[in-house]
């Protein structure tokens, strides 16, 4: 912790403004619906239990086989206004809590983007 607080300082004296320690960093997110993008494991919709680095637990998830937004061409898109139904291959909830690793990237999702990824028909791989 002592390095930590050091560099920080350092980055405060170059920046000329205060920077804070990223601990709280996204705690905001406890206990939302959120979709994880993960490096190997692919995309994932779920409500975030915690997450340290890259490691990211969700409870009740669904993975994101293959999305499309139902209004916009991006992920982001799809965190905002939900999935087209009809294009998208969802699979079917995860009871209780999946660990995933390599997570990049971790969106809110709104109630729209929430309840079009929740109600989504089960897709099943064959």
């Not at 997450?51 to 916009?72: C, I, P, Q, T």
Request: aromatic share 4%.
């Amino acid at each position: 912790m002592k390095n930590e607080n050091l560099i920080l300082k350092l980055i405060e004296m170059l920046m000329g403004e205060s920077v804070e320690s990223s601990s709280n960093l996204g705690s905001s997110l406890i206990g939302e619906p959120v979709i994880i993008r993960c490096r190997d494991a692919g995309v994932h919709f779920g409500y975030l239990v915690g997450y340290e680095g890259r490691v990211v637990e969700l409870k009740n998830s669904r993975r994101m086989w293959r999305w499309h937004s139902a209004s916009e061409n991006t992920l982001s898109g799809v965190a905002r206004c939900g999935i087209n139904q009809s294009k998208s291959k969802i699979q079917g909830k995860i009871n209780g809590s999946i660990i995933l690793n390599e997570a990049c990237e971790i969106l809110p999702c709104t109630d729209v983007a929430c309840h079009s990824i929740r109600d989504a028909e089960v897709y099943n791989v064959q």
